[in-house]
């Protein structure tokens, strides 16, 4: 079993910062891509940023030049470090992963979700 466990969000001022932080552990044998995603209410699930193997990373233009993603591929770890938060922000934020399992086979996982309010 594979599980992807969140932390970091919270509650912020318009302006400023937060870094989410999403671990993944259990039968892994690798890990491709890794990313962010949010939900705010009302609205579809979006991506925010993604981040390959490799490190290549893309961003949704709402975000970019504010958020950067990165991860410690010996921590099974990916980050989103969130600066410039704007009330628009305000969403459930989602870690997932593209997971190789012991196995050899890949699979799509997620995180339970974090909350990040952003009061302006």
């Known amino acids: 079993q594979v599980q992807l466990v969140e932390s970091g969000g919270g509650l912020v001022q318009a302006g400023g910062s937060l870094r989410l932080s999403c671990a993944a552990s259990g039968s892994i044998f690798s890990i491709n891509a890794m990313g962010w995603y949010r939900q705010a209410p009302g609205k579809q699930r979006e991506l925010v940023a993604a981040?390959?193997?490799?490190?290549?990373?893309n961003y949704a233009d709402s975000v970019k030049g504010r958020f950067t993603i990165s991860r410690d591929n010996a921590k099974n770890t990916v980050y989103l470090q969130m600066n410039s938060l704007k009330p628009e922000d305000t969403a459930v934020y989602y870690c997932?992963?593209?997971?190789?399992?012991?196995?050899?086979?890949?699979?799509?996982?997620w995180g339970q979700g974090t909350q990040v309010t952003v009061s302006s």
């Open positions: 981040i390959t193997s490799g490190g290549s990373t």
């Open positions: 997932n992963a593209w997971i190789v399992v012991v196995t050899r086979y890949e699979y799509d996982y």
